[in-house]
């Protein structure tokens, strides 16, 4: 879907807490703005559970740690954890 430019103005502590989710989530501050938004809007923010696990596996999201073994691993990342 394209997306539309648009631009906000923030109170510098929202901004402050926004960069800060980003950062912690380790994705853009349009990203953090947007998903914030889907949900308080009530719209579907939730990613597939094949597209969870590959970013999981590209070292993407919640579990930086998860990286580690993922070149041993990959199979049971994409596939999660089913042969």
């Given at each position: 879907m394209a997306k539309v430019r648009t631009q906000i103005q923030l109170e510098p502590d929202e901004r402050d807490a926004l960069r800060s989710l980003a950062r912690r989530r380790r994705?853009?501050?349009s990203q953090a703005?947007?998903?914030?938004l889907r949900s308080?809007?009530?719209l579907d923010a939730?990613?597939?559970?094949?597209?969870?696990?590959?970013?999981a596996a590209?070292?993407?999201?919640?579990?930086?740690?998860?990286?580690?073994?993922?070149?041993r691993r990959h199979?049971?990342?994409?596939?999660?954890?089913r042969r």
């Open positions: 994705i853009s501050l703005i947007r998903e914030l308080a809007l009530g939730r990613r597939s559970e094949r597209v969870e696990r590959f970013l590209a070292g993407v999201g919640k579990e930086p740690d998860r990286r580690r073994d993922v070149a199979d049971d990342v994409l596939n999660g954890g």
